[in-house]
């Protein structure tokens, strides 16, 4: 049990947009003498008596549909003049535990969800409602995923209602439970576990109810996720995760529920993860979370972020395969992200892009310090030693130089998040700290860019494109010799970054007269 005392507020502050809002919807009530009472639901209100903005409005109606009401709004809002866009009508689906009809429309910039108070009523032997009718406040906050979620805010009277006598106790607490027995509440809507994973990660200071971990983590309903929940709504959840505050916590919360495989399913022909995979998931993850605040959040955009949290947390998958029904082999990666999610396909691509790095750029940390290797096993490592040995590099920086300007024009703007991910190795080491890893970043961070002025070289232009070698070394067309000498002509480029097309060109013309005599 919690003894957290956390400060919720005594009431709901508007601000200028939501007062414009509501105010219009209760205008337009009066104007079609609407009998009914609005109730703004769920994270709005928690978030707003803990003192968080939050623009995602829900707002529960007691006697009409969604789209009945939105309907109502568009008509007055265009009768007094005020701008107007379509409804967006979002269907239920039982069968996938989406309940009700969700009529959603944009006012004032905001969009606002409208959806009708419910009471469900059940068959014996389904959880799927056999029977949906208006409900009252009491019913319907019963039957959502957690107390402090259940808190209406009453847009008519300004108040706000807690009737399961207890979601503002709960909230001042710190407590993620739900209004009924956990075993019930799950049951209906397995997905309700998933959220409250990320509500207690989101909220600084909550934890998950005892009874609550318990039910989560029963065969009944981990067997009723696997089964009644789309994989779109599974991958939301867990984008929204990533997204917030903490995800590293909610993935430990995850894995101490047995979820984490139930999220993050394999491929049926994918060999079994080893015993703690879950764990070191997590670790990378929790290191990288760590690491980006002390290196610093404006080297990574959103998305960089976003994308390196998950490929972190699929770094010890990175080298586990499967083959699809045409036999071809793809990373596991593709699959989690493809069908056990049904995020983008892009989403897959950048992470798998990022491990390939990763996998590059660990040969080449050594190089980077004042005392540097010999770089021989790194050039074999890249799989590029022949296009060094062609320019006739000597020098380590030169060397160094080509290696990672390869490296570099492959991964683009992803580098720096290949380079985070090297940096997270052995994420377990105590003796490896926190400072440790953000000096290392920062050391090959400026050679790459001061020393080697290697940053968005894969923005610059050949010197030569494969009309000009095809001219110069008088080949009858293109091809795989072409595509070679591509390569080797910008391994000369990169070598020789002040080097003009005449003086590349000669190379080139000396280097292929040689390889004939």
Same mark, same amino acid.
């Given at each position: 049990?919690?003894?957290?005392?956390?400060? %919720?507020?005594?009431?709901?502050?508007?601000?200028?947009?939501?007062?414009?809002?509501?105010?219009?919807?209760?205008?337009?009530?009066?104007?079609?003498?609407?009998?009914?009472? @609005?109730?703004?639901?769920?994270?709005?209100?928690?978030?707003?008596?803990?003192? /968080?903005?939050?623009?995602?409005?829900?707002?529960?109606?007691?006697?009409?549909?969604?789209?009945?009401?939105?309907?109502?709004?568009?008509?007055?809002?265009?009768?007094?003049?005020?701008?107007?866009?379509?409804?967006?009508?979002?269907?239920?689906?039982?069968? /996938?535990?989406?309940?009700?009809?969700?009529?959603?429309?944009?006012?004032?910039?905001?969009?606002?969800?409208?959806?009708?108070?419910?009471?469900?009523?059940?068959?014996?032997?389904?959880?799927?409602?056999?029977? /949906?009718?208006?409900?009252?406040?009491?019913?319907?906050?019963?039957?959502?995923?957690?107390?402090?979620?259940?808190?209406?805010?009453?847009?008519?009277?300004?108040?706000?209602?807690?009737?399961?006598?207890?979601?503002?106790?709960?909230?001042?607490?710190?407590?993620?439970?739900?209004? !009924?027995?956990?075993?019930?509440?799950?049951?209906?809507?397995?997905?309700?576990?998933?959220?409250?994973?990320?509500?207690?990660?989101?909220?600084?200071?909550?934890?998950?109810?005892?009874?609550?971990?318990?039910?989560?983590?029963?065969?009944?309903?981990?067997?009723?996720?696997?089964?009644?929940?789309?994989?779109?709504?599974?991958?939301?959840?867990?984008? !929204?995760?990533?997204?917030?505050?903490?995800?590293?916590?909610?993935?430990?919360?995850?894995?101490?529920?047995?979820?984490?495989?139930?999220?993050?399913?394999?491929?049926?022909?994918?060999?079994?993860?080893?015993?703690?995979?879950?764990?070191?998931? %997590?670790?990378? @993850?929790?290191?990288?979370?760590?690491?980006?605040?002390?290196?610093?959040?404006?080297?990574?955009?959103?998305?960089?972020?976003?994308?390196?949290?998950?490929?972190?947390?699929?770094?010890? !998958?990175?080298?586990?395969?499967?083959?699809?029904?045409?036999?071809?082999?793809?990373?596991?990666?593709?699959?989690?992200?493809?069908?056990?999610?049904?995020?983008?396909?892009?989403?897959?691509?950048?992470?798998?892009?990022?491990?390939?790095?990763?996998?590059?750029? !660990?040969?080449?940390?050594?190089?980077?310090?004042?005392?540097?290797?010999?770089?021989?096993?790194?050039?074999?490592?890249?799989?590029?030693?022949?296009?060094?040995?062609?320019?006739?590099?000597?020098?380590?920086?030169?060397?160094?130089?080509?290696?990672?300007?390869?490296?570099?024009?492959?991964?683009?703007?992803?580098?720096?998040?290949? @380079? @985070?991910?090297?940096?997270?190795?052995?994420?377990?080491?105590?003796?490896?700290?926190?400072?440790?890893?953000?000096?290392?970043?920062? /050391?090959?961070?400026?050679?790459?860019?001061?020393?080697?002025?290697?940053?968005?070289?894969?923005?610059?232009?050949?010197?030569?494109?494969?009309?000009?070698?095809?001219?110069?070394?008088?080949?009858?067309?293109?091809?795989?010799?072409?595509?070679?000498?591509?390569?080797?002509?910008?391994?000369?480029?990169?070598?020789?970054?002040?080097?003009?097309?005449?003086?590349?060109?000669?190379?080139?013309?000396?280097?292929?007269?040689?390889?004939?005599?």
């Amino acid at each position: 049990m919690s003894t957290t005392s956390l400060r %919720v507020r005594d009431n709901i502050e508007l601000d200028e947009t939501e007062e414009r809002i509501f105010k219009l919807l209760l205008r337009m009530i009066e104007h079609c003498n609407l009998k009914t009472e @609005l109730r703004v639901a769920g994270g709005w209100v928690r978030d707003k008596l803990l003192g /968080q903005e939050c623009k995602d409005i829900d707002i529960a109606l007691e006697n009409m549909t969604g789209k009945d009401f939105a309907e109502n709004v568009q008509k007055y809002m265009t009768s007094v003049g005020e701008k107007t866009q379509g409804i967006a009508v979002i269907g239920s689906n039982p069968k /996938q535990s989406k309940h009700l009809e969700t009529a959603r429309m944009r006012i004032f910039g905001l969009w606002i969800d409208f959806v009708n108070l419910r009471c469900e009523e059940y068959s014996d032997n389904s959880r799927i409602p056999s029977d /949906q009718k208006f409900g009252t406040p009491e019913q319907d906050a019963m039957r959502r995923d957690l107390t402090i979620n259940s808190l209406f805010y009453n847009v008519n009277t300004k108040s706000v209602e807690d009737w399961t006598n207890r979601g503002i106790d709960d909230l001042k607490s710190g407590i993620i439970v739900t209004p !009924l027995p956990p075993m019930e509440t799950l049951l209906e809507d397995p997905l309700r576990g998933l959220r409250a994973i990320r509500i207690c990660a989101k909220l600084d200071g909550f934890i998950l109810d005892e009874g609550l971990k318990e039910a989560a983590a029963s065969d009944e309903v981990r067997a009723a996720f696997a089964t009644k929940i789309s994989r779109e709504r599974i991958g939301a959840e867990i984008d !929204l995760m990533i997204c917030g505050n903490h995800p590293a916590r909610a993935m430990k919360d995850m894995c101490y529920l047995k979820w984490f495989w139930d999220v993050f399913s394999l491929h049926p022909q994918c060999e079994p993860p080893s015993e703690g995979c879950d764990r070191a998931c %997590v670790a990378y @993850l929790d290191c990288v979370c760590s690491l980006v605040p002390v290196i610093g959040h404006s080297t990574f955009d959103d998305e960089q972020r976003r994308l390196s949290f998950y490929a972190a947390m699929f770094l010890p !998958l990175r080298k586990n395969m499967y083959r699809d029904e045409k036999g071809k082999v793809f990373p596991v990666v593709n699959y989690i992200f493809r069908y056990s999610l049904k995020e983008k396909v892009s989403d897959a691509e950048s992470v798998m892009k990022i491990h390939y790095a990763f996998e590059k750029f !660990l040969p080449l940390l050594p190089h980077f310090g004042s005392n540097g290797a010999d770089v021989q096993q790194a050039e074999d490592d890249l799989g590029i030693g022949e296009y060094v040995d062609d320019v006739s590099v000597t020098s380590k920086e030169s060397k160094l130089r080509v290696l990672t300007g390869f490296l570099l024009r492959e991964a683009k703007d992803f580098w720096r998040v290949a @380079l @985070l991910m090297c940096c997270a190795q052995d994420p377990l080491d105590k003796n490896f700290t926190l400072e440790d890893r953000r000096a290392l970043f920062r /050391q090959v961070e400026r050679a790459i860019v001061d020393d080697l002025g290697l940053d968005k070289v894969w923005d610059v232009k050949p010197l030569l494109d494969g009309n000009a070698i095809i001219k110069h070394l008088q080949l009858k067309s293109g091809g795989p010799v072409v595509s070679k000498w591509q390569r080797k002509v910008l391994a000369w480029q990169l070598a020789h970054p002040s080097g003009t097309a005449g003086e590349c060109i000669e190379w080139m013309m000396e280097t292929h007269s040689s390889n004939y005599n």
